[in-house]
């Protein structure tokens, strides 16, 4: 990995993780009505606010790639395109675990959770097109990107517009003191972890064009067959 901030970083995950894990088991106190498996909540919450910062950083170099063609905007919104659907997955199973726990049922057809998997499935699409959609894939793709992005406020307002299962106020502020620094310990990390990871990506996607460039010429001048 060439740049610099990449092994600081990985660093940091190293140490985050295992804390991370040891203040969710032994040190935030247990929830009086979900018992342990109000825990998963500590990984839940960070990964669904990667998961949005992943569809906007998607969204947003979808847009300005549409505007100048520019292949580097492109390489970011296809390295957040693919950790948006990751997150996206591990929002939705997750958030099935706990829904099971605090509600009794493992779905329902809930207007955040409707279109939270509607947001997974634009992402899946996304990422569908881009591998498979052959030439130009990549503006239509971004076009997915764009509406995605479009659906992220309808996720936070749902709960405000609809009547639902999930609470309208955020419930951290009402959290035990332990349980807010573990909270906030744990978005530390996944926000490395997705800082971390989509570096990776963007490097991979633009060494992979530039191989591609490279073969071409090679093609061109005879090099290869």
Not at 22 to 35: C, T
Not at 95 to 115: E, N, Y
Not at 127 to 138: D, K, P
Request: glycine residues 8%; proline residues 4%; hydrophobic residues 55%.
């Amino acid at each position: 990995m060439r740049h610099k901030l990449f092994w600081p970083a990985l660093a940091l995950c190293a140490v985050l993780l295992p804390l991370s894990l040891y203040l969710i088991f032994h040190w935030a106190p247990v929830d009086r009505e979900l018992l342990y498996s109000q825990k998963i909540f500590y990984w839940h919450v960070p990964n669904a606010m990667m998961l949005f910062v992943a569809v906007f950083v998607c969204g947003i170099a979808s847009i300005m790639y549409l505007r100048n063609r520019k292949p580097e905007w492109d390489d970011i919104a296809g390295a957040a395109g693919a950790l948006g659907v990751l997150l996206g997955a591990i929002v939705l199973i997750s958030g099935s675990i706990w829904g099971r726990a605090a509600w009794g049922v493992w779905w329902q057809w809930d207007q955040r959770l409707t279109t939270s998997l509607l947001l997974w499935m634009l992402m899946l699409g996304y990422v569908l097109v881009r591998t498979y959609g052959g030439a130009g894939s990549e503006r239509l793709a971004a076009g997915l990107a764009i509406f995605a992005m479009a659906d992220v406020p309808l996720i936070y307002l749902s709960v405000f517009i609809w009547k639902t299962i999930h609470p309208k106020a955020s419930v951290v502020p009402t959290l035990a003191a332990e349980m807010r620094v573990t909270f906030w310990l744990s978005t530390l990390l996944f926000t490395v972890l997705f800082a971390l990871l989509i570096g990776v990506r963007v490097m991979i996607g633009r060494d992979a064009r530039r191989l591609h460039r490279v073969r071409e010429q090679g093609l061109d001048d005879g090099i290869l067959e």
